[in-house]
């Protein structure tokens, strides 16, 4: 079966960096685009970068841009984002979410809090 788990949160200070990494398996994670969302306390959940199969074309929300990066190692079965210049507004759960047709599937989720 599908399978998504994310590692690499935590608390971290506002300016600071976080990696963030998804381990797929179950599928043909090569040739699957791979997104990254996130949830924040009383918020929906939100799309945050999304990466097509050879990572190649990345998009990006705005709120990230510039600060978020994408990327993926099929060699893996990974994805990570690469989170720079946090702010306190970045504080949520992240989760590494992949849309098959109709299908929906996503990791547990994994905390990151931007605080001082």
């Known amino acids: 079966q599908v399978q998504l788990v994310e590692s690499g949160g935590g608390l971290v200070q506002p300016g600071g960096s976080l990696r963030l990494s998804c381990l797929g398996s179950?599928?043909?994670?090569?040739?699957?685009?791979m997104n990254w969302y996130r949830q924040a306390p009383g918020k929906e959940r939100e799309l945050v970068a999304t990466?097509?199969?050879?990572?190649?074309?990345?998009n990006y929300a705005d709120s990230v841009k510039g600060r978020f990066t994408i990327s993926r190692d099929n060699a893996k079965n990974t994805v990570y984002l690469q989170m720079n210049s946090l702010k306190p507004e970045d504080t949520a759960v992240y989760y590494c979410?992949?849309?098959?047709?109709?299908?929906?599937?996503w990791g547990q989720g994994t905390q990151v809090t931007v605080s001082s």
């Open positions: 979410h992949r849309r098959w047709f109709e299908s929906h599937y």
């Open positions: 990466i097509f199969s050879t990572g190649t074309i990345t």
């Open positions: 179950g599928f043909t994670f090569s040739s699957s685009p």
